[in-house]
């Protein structure tokens, strides 16, 4: 089964198990995730995480996502929009944390 797993700075390491993928925003709500969210439509990159590893295990971002992390000079595979990512059904491990300051 997909497997989520949430660290960063001052994070308590967190594990989402993700029977049917889907959005990764829905995963994080589900457990009060410590991923920040605002706006939810790919609009303000409050959102933004870097995947640290399994980034295969996300569908393809949509412009929205892409335009919106070319305004903070992040790009993809490495950065994401938690509020657009998708989780792909599978067995895969997703390793992500929230971006920092200086990202
Ligand atoms: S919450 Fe605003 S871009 Fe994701």
Known sequence: ?????????????????AAEGGALADLCDDVSAPIP?????ANCGTCRIVILEGEGELEEPD????????????????????????MRAGTGTLRLRPVTDDE
Not at 63 to 86: I, Q, T
């Open 37 to 41: 969210f605002s706006c939810r439509s």
């Open 63 to 86: 412009d929205e996502e892409l335009d919106v992390l070319d305004v903070f000079g992040n790009a993809p595979p490495k950065f994401r929009l938690a509020c657009s990512a998708k």
């Open 1 to 17: 089964m997909p497997l989520v797993l949430i660290e960063g700075p001052g994070i308590d390491p967190m594990r989402i198990d």
